[in-house]
Structures are given as C-alpha cells and as structure tokens.
Nanobody, 124 residues
Framework: EMQVAESGGGEVQAGGSLRLSCTVS????????MGWFRQAPGKEREAISC????????YYQDSVKGRFTISRDNDKNTLYLQMNSLKPEDTAMYYC?????????????????WGQGTQVTVSS
C-alpha cells in the first residue's frame, strides 16, 4: 500500500526555520517526482516545490525561492523541505505529494499519492 505522511509542522516566529519531513512506504522517494504543496485558509492549494531523480532536477515557486530547499534521503526513504526566513504569508497546511512523472508538475492532478498535511503557522 502506498502511503505518504508529513511531519515537522508547527508554530514559529517570522524569520525562523522549520524542516518538514515526508516519509513514504510502498514506493521509494526517487521512484517518482515528489512535491510539496500548501494551502492557506481561503486559498487554493498551490505547488511550491518538487524534485525528480532525473539529474536531481528541482523546482521552486518564486515566493519561496532562496528560502526553501527540497531534498530527499534515499536511505531513509524520506523527502524534506527546509524552510528558512519564514514569513507570516507562509502560514498554511503543507502537503507532500508523490507520483508525478515530471518536475515541475504544478497541478494536483499530476500526483497520485498525498499525505494528510502538516500545519505551519508563522507569527509576526
């Protein structure tokens, strides 16, 4: 059974850092393109980063470029999102997704497997 589970969310002050983790089972983190999405209250879910094993290609949405870093640990079968210099506008539910065939893949429909999400709250 394919499973995806996020962890690492929490509340942090503006300028702080968090690292989100996404553990998977039933497949390996380098088997598909994997991505991070987020959804703020009242807004649509948006793609913020993805990674694919082909040349370790990565993508970042402009709003997080230079502050967030996506990476994976194949031995631990875990995907990460290091988030630095957090801003109040980064407050959202963050989701890990897997199963896309390419990166960037910005549409929800490109991903087959989703976690339940982890809440990130950044206070000013």
């Amino acid at each position: 059974e394919m499973q995806v589970a996020e962890s690492g969310g929490g509340e942090v002050q503006a300028g702080g850092s968090l690292r989100l983790s996404c553990t998977v089972s039933g497949f390996t983190v380098d088997e598909y393109a994997m991505g991070w999405f987020r959804q703020a209250p009242g807004k649509e879910r948006e793609a913020i980063s993805c990674i694919i094993s082909t040349f370790d290609r990565t993508y970042y949405q402009d709003s997080v470029k230079g502050r967030f870093t996506i990476s994976r640990d194949n031995d631990k079968n875990t995907l990460y999102l290091q988030m630095n210099s957090l801003k109040p506008e980064d407050t959202a539910m963050y989701y890990c997704a897997a199963g896309a065939k390419s990166c960037p893949s910005l549409s929800d429909a490109s991903y087959n497997y989703w976690g339940q999400g982890t809440q990130v709250t950044v206070s000013s």
